[in-house]
């Protein structure tokens, strides 16, 4: 082993959630975490043998390919892999009211089993550095690489439509069935691997209600390690569901979403619409928006206190309803004054001509997305300072007001607007500049 000293440390540390940073690390048989989808530069002489993938379903003979060299080392290390769900599952249970695994304790446990490796890396004490961390890590982190995301797919699938229960068990057979019907084990670059059998397998260890004393060695702490992965739980939460908590904050101001659609789509660049640039927020948000539209006042409010039980139940803190209780206070009203006299003056130029009442609409959108993305980004704060105190870390990777980790991977609401009113915007937990050329505005 090595201390941090001797890592290099990329920017984003362990909240870059999807381990993209991490990603060409290599464990302590040479095999790249990342496997595939890491660009081909970082790949080492370890085989990647790559085939058609045999299994009956939607992965059949999928022309995404299956990675067989990385089966094989998760075979090699099977036995390591259930224990080690079998210990985070036992522990888990040992500290909830009532011995059951619900979807939402399902997408913990993968969590902690996914981030593993980045936990390893980056805690001051007794860290890895590349190339030594242990291999049956890295295949604890590939084997929960796509349960993370089906296990994320169906929370939100079953929110949105109103069907969420906080205390319905996990059952293997219906979630496989849901992963197989939704595709979910076609991934971007290839196919999942693991057998059927393999995948149940593992479903049964995750959503057994049972306790024993199973041990991971290398973290002796599993208190202090779930309070670190329940930080993490809750940041790529608050991300996951932004749309639905921006929509619920709107209360009734929600139609003026729709106003905004037609007002993107309206509009054109480069001879297409201007909302057709990528921003996975935006077509969420869109999807959404007519979904829960559509809804009878009680059903819109079932779903309104399904999701605040689902932020209730990570930790047990009342952040999330702050976040949708977005009353428009006096300092959020001069907030829009100024940011539409900003957007209206002469000095400042829009490259769209828009009338007054779309230019309203537009402010008042951004406006109420700025403000609540301050609230976000205040709680960021928070989760990567509990992060860090259970790394033993004294300082952060990167200055935390400017905290997005997502970012990294696809553009905002916030990001599409700017582009749209010709404008930067920097917002931090305190304050809000908008800019274009020497002028600027400052929301403080």
């Not at 500290?95 to 993968?110: C, H, R, S």
């Not at 593993?116 to 929960?144: N, W």
């Not at 037609?262 to 959404?288: C, G, H, T, W």
Request: with cysteine; aromatic share 10%; hydrophobic share 40%.
């Amino acid at each position: 082993m090595t201390t941090n000293r001797h890592i290099q440390t990329p920017e984003g540390v362990h909240l870059s959630l999807l381990m993209n940073l991490e990603a060409k690390f290599q464990d302590n048989e040479s095999r790249l975490l990342g496997e595939n989808k890491v660009p081909f530069e970082f790949h080492t002489d370890v085989p990647m043998e790559l085939v058609e993938c045999p299994y009956t379903g939607s992965r059949h003979k999928h022309f995404k390919p299956m990675n067989i060299s990385a089966l094989k080392q998760i075979n090699s290390h099977w036995a390591k892999i259930l224990n080690a769900f079998t210990c985070l599952r036992s522990f888990h249970i040992s500290q909830k009211a009532i011995n059951q695994i619900t979807i939402l304790d399902l997408y913990k446990l993968v969590i902690a089993g996914y981030l593993m490796p980045s936990y390893l890396f980056y805690r001051t004490k007794d860290a890895f550095a590349d190339g030594e961390l242990p291999a049956f890590v890295a295949t604890i982190h590939k084997a929960a690489l796509g349960l993370v995301n089906a296990a994320q797919v169906m929370l939100t699938k079953h929110l949105v439509m109103g069907r969420y229960n906080r205390n319905t068990s996990i059952d293997v057979e219906s979630f496989y069935l849901f992963v197989e019907n939704e595709k979910l084990f076609i991934g971007p670059w290839e196919v999942c691997a693991g057998t059927p059998n393999q995948i149940k397998e593992l479903l049964k260890i995750l959503s057994s209600n049972q306790v024993d004393n199973s041990q991971i060695p290398l973290i002796p702490n599993l208190e202090s390690y779930f309070h670190y992965i329940t930080q993490a739980e809750k940041v790529v939460l608050l991300d996951n569901f932004f749309s639905i908590i921006f929509y619920f904050s709107l209360s009734e101001s929600s139609n003026r979403l729709t106003s905004l659609f037609k007002i993107l789509y309206s509009q054109e660049e480069n001879n297409r619409p201007f909302a057709n640039e990528l921003s996975m927020e935006l077509q969420f948000l869109d999807l959404v928006c007519p979904l829960l539209d559509e809804k009878e006042p009680t059903q819109k409010e079932k779903i309104r206190q399904d999701l605040i039980s689902i932020f209730l139940d990570i930790d047990g803190k009342e952040d999330i309803i702050n976040l949708l209780n977005q009353d428009e206070r006096d300092q959020e009203k001069n907030y829009f004054r100024l940011a539409f006299e900003f957007f209206a003056s002469d000095q400042v130029r829009i490259s769209r001509k828009l009338p007054k009442n779309d230019l309203e609409t537009l402010v008042y959108i951004l406006v109420k997305y700025l403000i609540l993305e301050r609230k976000k980004i205040s709680l960021y704060t928070f989760c990567e300072s509990e992060m860090n105190t259970v790394l033993e870390r004294s300082e952060v990777a990167r200055p935390i007001d400017s905290l997005d980790i997502t970012l990294m991977y696809d553009k905002k609401l916030r990001d599409i607007l700017a582009n749209f009113l010709a404008v930067q915007i920097d917002n931090f937990a305190s304050k809000t500049i908008i800019k274009q050329g020497s002028h600027q505005l400052i929301l403080n």
